[in-house]
């Protein structure tokens, strides 16, 4: 029963005719019984009026940055529907009287604020999960821009031959105990790498070995420092994608100096694209076990699992906040599985005119033209 119907059977009660009024031997305990059923129907009206939508994470969802009309906005994708997130936060407290709660419209505001925002992005997902025809708002994510969802984190992190088959044809050691060998970590600039998805990675002038490496990600959710094994995943928001664009001439030993130069061969501008979404860790709870394939001109090229990974999610994280402090929005590449190019016989790079494609299991595909 609709909650205008309810109030309608409580004014009937409360309005009864004196026409139909009862003889005095039962009027009172007439009188009574209208009392209960009025009662019990404002009760019950009051219960649907204020009814919550739960605001536990029962409809899945991913979330995006993206672009229409020129205004950049966050979205949350709720099957193949795109939502604009602030529109359908005010339809959420409109419709369902939900408290009243503002929503950042910048990816990385909004997992800076997910104590507050991850409960009322359950909510909306929840509310039109259940709907169906949608708001004008949603939109098909093939007619808008997507963006990199995060732009830009305060610290973009990469792990090296973290996959043993990575690390054999890359000529490195194999022989690493997770629990007593630390991970190889390296950064990239997040400002000058992230490019968008769909946007085209320049090859740079004498750069002929440019390599592909697809990789999944993860998003942290809060600051985190000295982390364990049992607490990890309770600072981390979520996973995503990223190409770790890398120059293998320039990662090559330099007269001796070094074994290998990590800025050159991965920090140049535009090498770390990402996306297209953010899929919060609730929705992966696999995330130990997701496919991961690159393809360079629909050629299947990289083919594996994140559960090859030498030093798994947890044990990452505890390596890298003993040494530093991480930041909600910040993104860490887990390592590209074997299949790279330059593990080829004979090595095989990258040239204008290939398209690189790396789809993760459960996030999407991210799709990065050459040039």
């Not at 992966?284 to 001109?297: D, E, G, K, S």
Request: charged share 20%; glycine share 8%; hydrophobic share 40%.
């Amino acid at each position: 029963m609709t909650v205008g119907a309810l109030r309608g059977r409580a004014f009937q009660a409360r309005h009864v005719s004196r026409q139909d009024a009862a003889p005095a031997s039962y009027h009172c305990s007439d009188v009574r019984d209208r009392c209960r059923l009025l009662l019990a129907l404002i009760c019950l009206m009051l219960s649907v009026a204020n009814a919550e939508i739960s605001d536990q994470p029962d409809v899945a969802f991913k979330l995006a940055t993206f672009e229409d009309g020129g205004v950049e906005r966050v979205g949350l994708l709720i099957g193949d529907r795109l939502l604009e997130l602030q529109q359908a936060n005010s339809l959420l407290q409109k419709n369902a009287g939900v408290a009243a709660l503002e929503l950042p419209n910048d990816m990385k505001s909004l997992i800076e604020q997910s104590k507050a925002t991850r409960p009322r992005l359950n909510q909306i997902a929840n509310y039109f999960g259940s709907h169906t025809g949608g708001p004008g708002f949603g939109h098909d994510p093939k007619t808008v821009t997507i963006r990199a969802p995060i732009m830009y984190p305060w610290n973009l992190l990469a792990a090296g031959q973290n996959y043993r088959a990575h690390a054999a044809e890359m000529g490195g050691s194999i022989d690493i105990d997770p629990d007593n060998d630390n991970p190889f970590l390296f950064a990239k600039s997040p400002r000058s790498t992230i490019i968008d998805p769909g946007q085209s990675y320049v090859i740079p002038p004498g750069h002929e070995r440019i390599d592909w490496e697809g990789e999944f990600a993860i998003v942290v959710g809060k600051q985190a420092r000295n982390l364990t094994l049992d607490n990890a995943m309770d600072h981390v928001f979520g996973f995503t994608i990223v190409y770790d664009v890398s120059d293998r001439a320039a990662q090559a030993p330099i007269n001796g100096r070094y074994a290998r130069d990590w800025f050159a061969g991965k920090s140049m501008d535009n090498a770390a694209p990402m996306g297209p979404y953010v899929v919060p860790k609730e929705f992966l709870p696999n995330y130990a076990n997701l496919q991961i394939t690159t393809r360079v001109n629909g050629e299947v090229m990289q083919d594996s699992n994140t559960s090859y990974m030498i030093h798994d999610v947890e044990r990452l994280l505890r390596y890298i906040t003993s040494r530093m402090t991480l930041w909600p929005g910040d993104v860490i590449a887990t390592g590209t599985p074997s299949g790279v190019g330059n593990g080829r016989e004979p090595p095989v790079y990258l040239k204008s005119g290939d398209v690189v494609t790396i789809e993760i299991e459960g996030i999407g595909t991210l799709t990065t033209p050459i040039e």
